[in-house]
């Protein structure tokens, strides 16, 4: 029987490497503060993460649902 870990593998902490774990976390925060600025957040770099985290919650439950067919 395999072990889930055998079964994925590990990140990629390598900064050679393009699927770079660190730099695919900074680039995923860098475009949700965009989209938090293009809503109307004021620096969300300098919130705290409970701040950051609610103004994520709001702008989720804010954008429209998808309408089923």
């Avoid at 702008?59 to 998808?66: D, G, M, N, T, V």
């Amino acid at each position: 029987m395999l072990a889930y870990s055998e079964l994925t593998e590990p990140p990629s902490f390598d900064p050679r490497n393009p699927d770079n774990f660190i730099i695919d976390l900074e680039k995923s925060f860098a475009r949700t503060c965009a989209a938090l600025e293009e809503s109307g957040c004021k620096e969300p770099k300098e919130l705290s993460i409970f701040e950051f985290y609610a103004r994520i919650q709001q702008f989720e439950q804010r954008k429209p649902h998808a309408k089923s067919e």
